[in-house]
């Protein structure tokens, strides 16, 4: 081969993104006692045995979709999430110099198709939909330029918010954190383009969102640096990017759906919670 064309040959091949790779769903399940990761193929799942983070392989079987019950994509050590990320949420408000962060807690976490419970006295609880990102190794200040070697997938969320509560409470624990506040699933997906996804909440079947995630004033790469930057990113955690537009609340007998283009929908229910 020519020496120019081999250089070529060998540029062109390191340039190849990693979204180009064909997208992989990974669901986690119960089908017997024990919690199963395995790949998403239409109705039918091939389960896999091990960590899903440290290259798990298959065991040869399969299941129906229909026959399992699914639980959330991941079990993470923290829930992190990124505040003003859209200009279309900002409204009027200038666009922060650095991305916005609060924590949930693990234990806001629900799968698709559990309940959000309000609690008895939460009136004012709005929608958030969101796309979200899984992590896929241990991040420590990372640069932008390396960070999207460290995401997982994506999979998508609903940053349940109790409006009220947001606005009096010394801090966010209750508004952005209490039990069921953050739904998450069904799938995480590899080898999409993060940055140019369509997100889309739906409320009763009526669309209330709508918006690329190229709008995203902080990128995938700025958020998972910044983060980073500070605490310490583990395989399986989480990061919510933001949401864009305005929300509305949320009552009991509504459903919410958010869907994220190339990912699926995440469809929980709403019921209140019973006082103590």
Excluded: C
């Amino acid at each position: 081969m020519i020496p120019r064309l081999r250089i070529a040959l060998a540029l062109s091949l390191i340039a190849v993104p990693l979204v180009a790779q064909a997208p992989v769903k990974y669901v986690r399940y119960v089908s017997g006692t024990a919690p199963t990761w395995g790949i998403l193929e239409g109705s039918t799942i091939r389960e896999l045995r091990g960590d899903l983070f440290s290259k798990p392989a298959p065991t040869g079987k399969r299941v129906e979709l229909s026959s399992v019950k699914l639980l959330p994509p991941v079990e993470p050590s923290k829930v992190i999430a990124v505040g003003l990320n859209y200009k279309s949420h900002l409204g009027e408000r200038p666009s922060a110099q650095y991305p916005g962060l609060f924590a949930k807690y693990p234990t806001s976490i629900i799968a698709h198709g559990e309940n959000i419970v309000l609690p008895p006295d939460a009136k004012n609880a709005h929608f958030e939909g969101e796309m979200v990102l899984v992590i896929g190794k241990r991040a420590s200040k990372v640069s932008r330029e390396d960070a999207l070697s460290y995401v997982f997938g994506i999979t998508v969320g609903n940053d349940v918010s109790e409006r009220d509560w947001q606005r009096t409470d010394l801090q966010w624990f209750r508004a952005k954190a209490s039990d069921t506040f953050g739904p998450l699933g069904p799938v995480i997906v590899t080898g999409l383009n993060a940055d140019d996804l369509l997100l889309q909440t739906r409320l009763n079947g009526e669309v209330v969102q709508s918006q690329r995630t190229k709008d995203l004033i902080f990128d995938v790469r700025s958020i998972v640096s910044y983060v980073s930057q500070y605490v310490t990113l583990i395989p399986g955690d989480v990061i919510y990017t933001g949401t864009p537009g305005t929300t509305k609340p949320i009552n009991p007998g509504d459903v919410v759906e958010v869907e994220v283009e190339g990912v699926g929908t995440l469809r929980n229910p709403v019921v209140r919670g019973t006082p103590r």
